[in-house]
């Protein structure tokens, strides 16, 4: 069954840095999926922050463009959203999300906390 399996959340100071890692298992053409990172704050519908394709076409959502990053290693089945410049706004749980054959498939989430 396909499993996604986030890390690297945490407590950080604004204008900080984080690292989001997922990890993904149960896919068989990972190479073929669209893989994206989602976040949801406190009181607030789940919005996409940024997505890539198979063929690494990139999209981020307006409010994070220019301070986060997402990469993928298909080998071993990974996807990244590197973290720069963060402010209290971006605090909340972050999800790793892929699309398969028209059903969507979540990870658990890590809590991404910016404050002083």
């Known amino acids: 069954q396909v499993q996604l399996v986030e890390s690297g959340g945490g407590l950080v100071q604004p204008g900080g840095s984080l690292r989001l890692s997922c990890a993904a298992s149960?896919?068989?053409?990972?190479?073929?999926?669209?893989m994206g990172w989602y976040r949801q704050a406190p009181g607030k519908q789940r919005e996409l922050v940024a997505r890539?394709?198979?063929?690494?076409?990139?999209n981020y959502a307006d409010s994070v463009k220019g301070r986060f990053a997402i990469s993928r290693d298909n080998a071993k089945k990974m996807v990244y959203l590197q973290m720069n410049s963060l402010k209290p706004e971006d605090t909340a749980v972050y999800y790793c999300?892929?699309?398969?054959?028209?059903?969507?498939?979540w990870g658990k989430g890590t809590l991404v906390t910016v404050s002083s």
């Open positions: 149960g896919i068989i053409f990972f190479s073929d999926n669209v």
């Open positions: 890539i394709t198979s063929g690494y076409r990139i």
């Open positions: 999300n892929t699309l398969i054959r028209g059903m969507d498939y």
